[in-house]
Structure formats: C-alpha cells, structure tokens
C-alpha cells in the first residue's frame, strides 16, 4: 500500500507540473506571447529612437544655424529678402 500511495502521490505532481508548464502563468504559450510582445515593443522602440534623432538633429540646427530658420521661414511664411522677387507658379 505505501509504495502505491507514493507512485500515485508522484503522478499527481507530475500531472500538475505538466498542467502548469503547458496551462499555467509562466506556461510555454505565455511565454511566447510576452517574447512576441517584447520584439513589438523593441521595434516601436527603434521607431521612436529615429524619430528622436531626426529632431534632436532638426533641434541642434534650428539652434546653431540660421540657414534652416530662413528655409522654413521661406517655406511656411513666404518670407522674401530684400530686392528679391517672389515668383508663385499655380498649377
């Protein structure tokens, strides 16, 4: 009867480990699912750090230089120097 009793309390482990390992927290298709997660975040992530360089370089000439002031100022404002013409081609 006792080496019974152990063989059966043995199978029950190894019914709930197996349980856990496949169904539980921490299971096999969680684990795939927060890897999943993690390389999405990873590539939003690199997303963000281009973004984040593209303006700190767009930052690093609006405050060192006047060329980009007067290019934007050209562009978005219409800004014309003087004795210069301003010529609009419509289409």
């Known amino acids: 009867?006792?080496?019974?009793?152990?063989?059966?309390?043995?199978?029950?482990?190894?019914?709930?480990?197996?349980?856990?390992?496949?169904?539980?927290?921490?299971?096999?298709?969680?684990?795939?699912?927060?890897?999943?997660?993690i390389d999405a975040q990873k590539r939003n992530n690199a997303r963000a750090a281009l973004t984040n360089a593209r303006l700190a370089a767009e930052i690093s000439d609006l405050r060192e230089g006047m060329e980009i002031v007067e290019e934007r100022a050209r562009a978005e404002l219409g800004m014309v120097r003087p004795n210069e013409i301003y010529v609009q081609i419509a289409r």
Do not use: E
């Open 1 to 37: 009867m006792g080496k019974r009793f152990v063989c059966v309390v043995l199978i029950a482990l190894l019914l709930i480990l197996h349980a856990q390992l496949w169904l539980g927290r921490g299971s096999v298709t969680s684990v795939a699912r927060l890897v999943s997660q």
